[in-house]
């Protein structure tokens, strides 16, 4: 990737709070232009601390950051103005209305955006002369929105951008993102919804306890987890008659089978039910997907917790 195309470049990135916990211990990303590129990961597990790096509002205490080819907090000057940041809190006076709060901000913004089309673009337009305190909690997201939006970034950072909307309005909020990013944007967001990154992501990265533990496009991440084949057998039905080849873990007569070749693994069991005159009931078989794969780091996690060791990577990669 030439430096023209590498928009956001984190390498070895460290971050510890006073008191000594270090909440990012050296993690390595980088997002192109145009790119969407979502950070996910278990409560606590970095995704702000490191946004907050990549936005230079602080000083990172190991490794290098790289936003539009400088230092986001050295050189503060020379990006603040190519970047839009959408923070979890946006801290707006409340007794503002909308349309007082977009003037207000487009004082301290370089070259902004007119109010009124920044309005639109979020779909707030009949909102502006509600005061802010007004306001639900999804449309105060969307405020915050096009706020990020109102100096026409290069670069945005989007932290969790559809808590709190609606169905409709989340949809209509990966369609905005979508138009972004097509016209050159890069967008760097973090969510807690799988679905969200699933959808609108070109690639993401799942972080816990300060690291990266997987990462790709999401075809990659859900095709390093296996796929499940769920039935039940009939009574009388011994799950120890079920072909070798198949891993099954069986819980009385329900079975759970993973497998990383779904057709060959779901051919050989229906060949063998066949065969064996047996009907399995329920019968389910899926391909992994991002919120699998999310739990599986999760759990894995909990396990590797439990048994205080540090393979997480290991079991995580397996
Ligand atoms: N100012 C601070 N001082 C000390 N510890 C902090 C501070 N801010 C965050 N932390 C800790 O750093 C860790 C990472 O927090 P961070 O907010 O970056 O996680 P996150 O992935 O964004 O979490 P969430 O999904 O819950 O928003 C947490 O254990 C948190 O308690």
Redesign the pocket.
């Known amino acids: 990737m030439t430096t023209d195309e590498c928009v956001i470049a984190a390498d070895g990135v460290r971050?510890r709070?006073?008191?000594g916990?270090e909440?990012?211990t050296g993690i390595s990303f980088s997002v192109a232009r145009g790119e969407i590129f979502a950070?996910l990961?278990?409560?606590?597990?970095?995704?702000?601390?490191?946004?907050?790096l990549l936005e230079g509002l602080a000083r990172p205490d190991g490794g290098t950051v790289r936003v539009l080819g400088h230092d986001p907090y050295r050189e503060r000057a020379a990006v603040r103005p190519r970047i839009g940041v959408m923070l979890?809190e946006g801290g707006f006076p409340s007794d503002l209305t909308v349309a007082e709060t977009l003037r207000m901000w487009s004082g301290c913004t370089s070259a902004p955006r007119p109010t009124g089309e920044a309005l639109e673009l979020v779909g707030l337009s009949d909102r502006a002369r509600v005061r802010v305190k007004q306001l639900s909690g999804g449309e105060k997201r969307r405020l915050d929105l096009a706020l990020a939006l109102l100096g026409g970034p290069d670069v945005l950072f989007l932290?969790?951008p559809t808590t709190g909307l609606d169905a409709e309005g989340r949809q209509d909020t990966w369609e905005l993102v979508r138009t972004l990013r097509d016209g050159g944007t890069t967008v760097l967001l973090?969510t807690?919804y799988l679905e969200e990154a699933e959808s609108l992501a070109d690639r993401l990265a799942i972080?816990h306890?300060?690291r990266i533990v997987l990462a790709g496009t999401p075809a990659e991440v859900t095709a390093s987890r296996p796929a499940r084949i769920r039935f039940e057998l009939p009574g009388g039905v011994d799950a120890r008659r079920l072909p070798l080849g198949l891993r099954a873990a069986a819980d009385g007569r329900r079975i759970e089978i993973r497998t990383h070749r779904l057709q060959e693994s779901l051919g050989e069991l229906l060949r063998w039910a066949k065969e064996s005159d047996v009907e399995l009931l329920r019968l389910d078989a899926r391909s992994a997907s991002l919120e699998e794969a999310f739990l599986d780091i999760a759990r894995t996690a909990q396990d590797t917790t439990a048994r205080e060791t540090s393979g997480l990577e290991a079991a995580v990669a397996a």
């Open positions: 971050r709070y006073a008191g916990f909440a990012v950070l990961g278990t409560n606590g597990a970095g995704k702000t601390s490191t946004v907050e979890q932290d969790e973090t807690h972080m306890r300060g």
